[in-house]
């Protein structure tokens, strides 16, 4: 584990969309660390919020992780205004969580939707190393929000892309990808989902009624992200369950996904004001000064 006592330089950013960028971190000892579905929780500066992150990538050569981050709220905003090769992280914890099961299933689905395709990437990439079949599906909203799509390619023996409107592969939701996925391969043993909650809920349905092993990733609101603050608890076939130290994958079969979707939107009125004196002060800031 590494804690905040030296610079987390950033050597890589790429800008997919006007809300997704990647972050490429120098951290040798965390790189060394990483394994597939672990995450980090991320300062970028001394009074900055503690965001939690999955680590999407690590080089063990180069020794960086990647991450990759949705421009939502205050923090993922200032962070993307800020944040450049040549500037730092002012702290960095991880790997947290417990890593992914690469278990031993033959046929594997690995589903990501919008920027769950990168916290999805390492598993698929795992499992074919593995020697599994591995049927990738993606969904975007639209084209232009595509992003990893060779890189996804690559580790998968087949390779599905939706978007809701059809400018990309087939028009539909990953759900329609998982039905396409499931009809060719009767015998698919397992799938593993990784997106917002309501997609991992239509995807967990899908699975249930055909009896396939599921696999999700929860992103409650976590705090400390070490099973102490309790702000991360999920309920997971009738039990409560520490998302940052019992997960965050779950059987997506047991997760009760109403009360997820309660708790993280416990905050938006908070988190709003926050957005918005973050932008008023971006505002004056940028304002040309009177001579
Ligand atoms: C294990 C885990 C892995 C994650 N991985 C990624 C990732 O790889 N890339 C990415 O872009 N996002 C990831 N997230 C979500 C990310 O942490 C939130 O989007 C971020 O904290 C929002 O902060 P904000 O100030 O920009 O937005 P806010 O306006 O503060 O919040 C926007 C929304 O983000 C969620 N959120 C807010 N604070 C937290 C918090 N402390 N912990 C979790 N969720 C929060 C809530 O749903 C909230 O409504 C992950 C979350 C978890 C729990
Ligand atoms: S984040 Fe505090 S217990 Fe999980």
Redesign the pocket.
Known sequence: MSVADVAYDIVGREDFSDVTYLLEIREPDLARAARPGQ?VIVMSHPEG??????I?DFDRDRGTIT???????????EMQAGLRPGSSLYALVGPL?RPSEIGTAKTVVCVGGG?GV??IYPQARALKERGAYVIGVIGFRNKTLVFWEDKFRAVCDEFIICSDDGSVGIKGLVTDGIKQATAAHPDIDELIAIGPPIMMRGCAEVTRALGIHTVV???????DGTGMCGG?RVKVGGRTRF??VDG?EFDAHQVDFDDLMFR??R??PE?KI??ERWQQGCRIESAPSVP
């Open positions: 995450f919020e503690r965001v939690p992150l999955t999407a991450l990759v981050i949705q421009a939502m709220g205050k923090t993922t905003r969580g920027l990168a916290p990733s929860l992103n409650p609101i976590m705090v991360c998302a940052c965050p993280l939107a905050f938006k988190e926050a957005l």
